[in-house]
């Protein structure tokens, strides 16, 4: 269970109702196929045993007894498993009956989790059969096994060592202050529920959301086992819909699976990673008893999907909506600075490249919520030695298009100069030569807006900040920058919703600056074209990007990134590709801190920023070596 993944499952299996020695067979049968799967944490619904429909027949004695003999059976048969198994089981106990899960491992039995919360309404007559959980646990013997008794248990794992389980059963959940709430803040980090939850109309959403939101809330991950089909159809219907969640997120749901398994892997290293950035996930110590328990040290084999582009939504309605909304904020942001500022005009240095095409769509939003002529907006093209004719006329186009202001500041001559007074060769191709255009062309675009009585936008992206691709003092620096916070590869999404939504010649500029590729045009054009591709240099952006999500957002190792790289890229890039661009990226982001650390102004759109006065602070001397020995450790 390498980097804090367990594999998970839920299981509905076929029973029959009221015949325990049938069920147990078939729950015996899932346990095998979990073990063939590699499944730490099995989950089977509540009253799985002897089935959640059987009514009165739970005061029958030899219902009773038929459900020992099934789960001491199971007991037996799934000694060779490594897997912790969560079973329902109607337990006779100090002259009560309760609705349990009782919990086994290894041909052992560990403990009986007692139902808190029964629900008498609607279908339900939970009362009419079962006490509800004591405060207190206790000591019991069962079939031979001294096992505790009680809803305040929590399974702790010492490998992985964020591994910690609790357990509530069905209505547990829906409650408003459900068991849940309290083993997560002693220290849980898998939540598992045994449930038999009907189906009527709308409940299957509403189910989902349910348990999704609770795993959010609660920093956790979730399974939950639904009872399935062999269940009573007397007054309700059953379709084991089985869920896991994590944080939030659904990884994997099935309905209508009888005997099938409901697999998926959750990260708790991440789970306790995230918790402890939460400063208000206030941990408790309300004395819950701890039983420990040892899995196999074995590789989990992942089966959830890592998204290639985090930061994108992978579903095109979400895209669509997520892409308007942070255009929305991206605005807002800029108005009120314009506001404040008292500034007359917004100055953009436009390229005719994929930032700069953002900040000014942006401003021209801002403009227009302030009800101002967009001739308010000057867009600046400042052409020297590597400049294209595409992206000049781009520029060009898109500015009529949008109706701004256009200026051409040719900054050949100023350059020249200025390598003449330090004497910097032109034929000297380094990073004088470039930097060199990069400043100059910030003090143009400065200048203007003293000139002018406005602020000068930002155009440079989060990911170029990660990488430090930014002239210091150069296109590093503005009065706001807009784009701060948004990655790479979600400004090229950013400018297509845009170009989907604008009619005509505004649209068929931004499809022709979205095929372009992407370059500072600070090196000297070949043939006309291009010559200094941007990922050639430093690496695909999607692929830095990923490594920014997961290293900056969860504090994950190189290791783990790698792995998890290795596994959204799996089509895309090799091992070694994947390597030597997570080499680069962890030397690139501890060497380029100290441009972070006197960033101006953004605003902060997504998890992930880099401000040093909001989401990262870090010295700008820090050591890498500690990530980069991990790195370059890493067997390709």
Not at 224 to 234: C, F, H, K, R, W
Not at 282 to 298: A, P, Q
Not at 519 to 535: F, H, M, N, W, Y
Request: overall charge negative.
């Amino acid at each position: 269970m390498r980097d804090g993944f367990v594999k998970v499952a839920a299981a509905s299996p076929d029973l029959k109702v009221a015949d325990p020695a049938y069920n147990a067979g078939r729950i015996v049968e899932l346990i095998r196929k979990a073990e063939e799967e590699g499944v730490k944490i099995l989950v089977f619904p509540e009253l799985a045993v002897t089935g959640y429909t059987c009514g009165d027949l739970f005061f029958q004695r030899r219902l009773q007894e038929a459900a020992e003999e099934a789960l001491l059976s199971i007991v037996k048969d799934s000694a060779s498993s490594d897997a912790l198994v969560f079973i329902g089981y109607p337990l006779p106990f100090g002259g009560k009956l309760y609705n349990t899960a009782a919990v086994v491992k290894g041909g052992r039995l560990l403990a009986f989790i007692p139902k808190t919360n029964l629900p008498s309404y609607g279908e339900f007559y939970e009362t009419r059969w079962f006490a509800p959980s004591p405060e207190a646990v206790s000591h019991i013997h069962f079939g031979g096994f001294d096992v505790l008794f009680g809803s305040r248990i929590i399974f702790q794992s010492s490998c992985p060592a964020s591994l910690s389980i609790g357990c509530e059963i069905c209505e547990d959940l829906w409650v408003p202050e459900s068991p849940s709430v309290h083993l997560a803040l002693n220290g849980a980090t898998l939540i598992v529920n045994l449930s038999a939850s009907d189906e009527i109309i709308g409940k299957e959403a509403y189910r989902r959301n349910l348990v999704s939101s609770v795993s959010a809330r609660l920093v956790c991950g979730y399974v939950y086992a639904d009872a399935g089909e062999g269940e009573s159809t007397t007054d309700m219907v059953f379709t084991g819909s089985n869920l896991i969640a994590e944080n939030g997120t659904v990884l994997s749901s099935s309905a209508f699976s009888c005997g099938e398994l409901t697999v998926s892997e959750i990260d708790t290293d991440r789970l306790v990673a995230e918790r402890r950035r939460i400063s208000t996930f206030n941990t408790l110590s309300e004395g819950y008893s701890c039983i420990d328990v040892v899995f196999r040290e074995e590789e989990t084999k992942l089966t959830r999907r890592f998204a290639p582009q985090p930061f994108v939504p992978s579903d095109e309605g979400e895209r669509t909506s997520r892409c308007e909304e942070i255009l929305r904020i991206q605005a807002y942001g800029l108005r009120k600075r314009l506001i404040a500022s008292h500034a007359s005009k917004a100055v953009v240095g436009l390229s005719g490249g994929l930032d700069s095409t953002l900040a000014l769509l942006v401003t021209v939003r801002a403009f227009d919520l302030l009800r101002r002529s967009r001739e308010d907006i000057i867009a600046v093209t400042m052409p020297c030695f590597g400049t294209t004719e595409r992206t000049r006329s781009n520029a060009e186009k898109l500015a009529q298009a949008l109706g701004v202001t256009f200026q051409t500041v040719d900054i050949t001559k100023s350059v020249l100069q200025h390598f003449e007074d330090i004497g910097q060769s032109v034929d000297d191709l380094s990073v004088t030569y470039e930097n060199g255009q990069a400043r100059e062309r910030t003090q143009v675009l400065m200048d203007i807006a003293n000139k002018s009585g406005g602020i000068v936008i930002g155009t440079g992206d989060l990911s170029e900040l990660a990488l430090g691709w930014a002239t210091y003092n150069g296109d590093h620096m503005s009065m706001y920058g807009v784009n701060s916070s948004i990655p790479k590869t979600l400004v090229r999404y950013l400018v297509r919703h845009t170009a989907d939504s604008l009619p005509g010649s505004a649209s068929l500029v931004l499809y022709d600056i979205l095929a372009t590729p992407v370059s500072p045009e600070l090196l000297p054009a070949k043939d006309g074209q291009i010559s200094q591709v941007t990922e050639d240099i430093v690496g695909p952006y999607e692929l830095h990007d990923f490594f920014l999500y997961y290293i900056v957002r969860y504090g994950f190792p190189p290791s783990k990134v790698f792995r998890i790289a290795c596994e959204a890229f799996r089509s895309d890039y090799s091992p070694s590709f994947i390597r030597k661009w997570l080499i680069v990226f962890i030397r690139r982001f501890f060497q380029q801190q100290f441009k972070r650390s006197c960033l101006p102004d953004g605003p902060k759109v997504g998890t992930v920023t880099l401000s040093p006065r909001s989401d990262w602070r870090m010295p700008s001397d820090a050591s890498a070596s500690a990530w980069l020995e991990e790195a370059e450790a890493i067997e390709a």
